[in-house]
């Protein structure tokens, strides 16, 4: 069963960069594909960010697009650009088997979740 653990987070001005890394904890996960996605302050629902299947495609949201990267190792890594305070959220990463070989944008997709981390951007 795979168990995922973000990192990275933190408190950034509007403008910089931040990375966050989501990393297996025991088995490796490099047979899922891997999705980011985020939860805003009073926002009920997960928002899709981007995602990376186990063959390198990636797929990313309008409003993180060109802004943001992912790259994949033994770890999946969110690269955040520009950021916004509009982008300030908890970040989750989420893995699916069964959709290794896509990303797809729907949060109840996913089987497995971290914990979350933190991202404040202050304007």
């Known amino acids: 069963q795979v168990q995922l653990m973000e990192s990275g987070g933190g408190l950034v001005q509007a403008g910089g960069s931040l990375t966050l890394t989501c990393s297996p904890i025991?088995?490796?996960?490099?047979?899922?594909?891997v999705a980011w996605f985020r939860q805003a302050p009073g926002q009920a629902a997960r928002e899709f960010v981007g995602g990376v299947s186990r063959d390198g495609y990636t797929y990313f949201a309008d409003a993180v697009k060109n802004r943001f990267a992912i790259s994949r190792d033994d770890a999946v890594h969110l690269q955040m650009n520009g950021l916004r305070p509009e982008d300030t959220a908890v970040y989750y990463c989420?893995?699916?088997?069964?959709?290794?070989?896509?990303?797809?944008?729907?949060?109840?997709?996913?089987?497995?979740w971290g914990q979350g981390t933190q991202v404040t951007v202050s304007s």
């Open positions: 025991g088995p490796p996960f490099d047979s899922y594909s």
């Open positions: 989420a893995a699916s088997f069964q959709y290794a070989h896509t990303v797809v944008t729907a949060a109840n997709e996913y089987y497995y």
